[in-house]
């Protein structure tokens, strides 16, 4: 097929052309071979693998352009499924078809186990209940832990690329009533090892997460709405590094920013982190020296946790915040967070304002407005370098529900 480029380094697709899947690839590989470019989409395109994102390439849409997942097709292995195997056997395969990507999983796992890119898997060939794999399987998938498939993938992979955009899109999924999601394969978006890409004016809606970072570096996320994942709202994780997220609203999560495994040096500024199941931003393992800047995070469970881990973050700043009307706390810090600063914000009319965890150590509150404090252990008690107006928690204020409805 001939790509219809309209102009020097821009390739117009239109959802009105030829299968949705195949087109859209074939412009970014075209652009990127031609040492970088756009694509640019107009119309609702419908989806069922990653749309691979290339070195040096912009992926925009018209207005109203839409990238829609397929429904998260599942089906049961019959047999189990050994390292090696290019051939697996399922239950049903209504709604599965050739091109499609899979992630083959088991719902019974230990307790630590993660997805990868060796859980994902494009369909060659469909012979009865024989399903037939673009690569022999990497990890077995046995009966009696429950082992399935899923119509599960990322709808934009970007997997060691540098230099690259994604912008003035809606990112949908296309079965959000799923009973299963797979952890962050299950995304709209998926930035692995990657370098200097740029996502703006996003709206992703449903997934497992919307947006999902590992290794990553200099990723810069503006002016998006995340809104209904099943998991996170946006996890950065995986020694990712200088990630800037600002001006986008995150709402109607499990939780909305997440940071997990040394995710450092970020920078989150302007963002509306808006009733998450769970707690609206989350700091874990080694997360160190990230600054919170003129956010609003309002009417989650929690306001800003850090988790009970054995090295948690060190040397996160919160500047000139409002975190109010959360459900249990406005804070809770625990894990052994270290060096946790907060300057300048507001903790108000939320179940509990701040607790403070045994073993979290040189908690400094500096211009800030703090309604009720809980020391677990008087020990660890901060003396904050400003006095601090009010006493005693309580919810109060009410939250605002914002408009969730599923669609593009």
Known sequence: MKLPVIALAIIIISSGSGPHQANIQNAIDTAAAAGGGEVRLDGRFYLTNSLLLR??????????????????????????????DLIIEVDNTTG????????????????DTIYFLDSLYTITDIQGNSITLDRPLEVERLVENLAYIKASFPVILANNVENASIKNLAVTDGDPSSFIYVSWLDGGIYLLNSKNVSVDKLSINGFGNTISLDGSFDISINNCHLRNAERYGIHVG????????????????????YLCWGANQGLYSGNYVLNNKKEGIGIGYDDKENTF????????????????????????VFQNCLIENNERYGFKLQGRARNTRIQSCSIINNGQGVFVACGTEDAVYVNSFVQGIEYECRETTPAPAEPMPGNGGGSGGGCFIANSQSGG
């Open 55 to 84: 070195y040096g390439v912009t992926l925009s849409g018209k207005q109203g352009a839409v990238l829609e997942k397929c429904p998260g097709v599942i089906s049961w292995l019959t047999s189990d499924a050994l390292v090696g």
């Open 96 to 111: 599965l078809t050739p091109g499609m990507g899979i992630t083959i999983a088991q719902q019974i796992e230990p307790s």
């Open 238 to 257: 995986s020694w990712s590094q200088r990630t800037y997220l600002a001006d986008s609203f995150i709402e109607n999560n499990r939780r909305g920013i």
């Open 293 to 316: 800047q003129d956010n609003r995070i309002e009417c989650n469970e929690i306001g800003v946790l850090f988790r009970e881990l054995s090295d948690g973050g060190d040397g996160n």
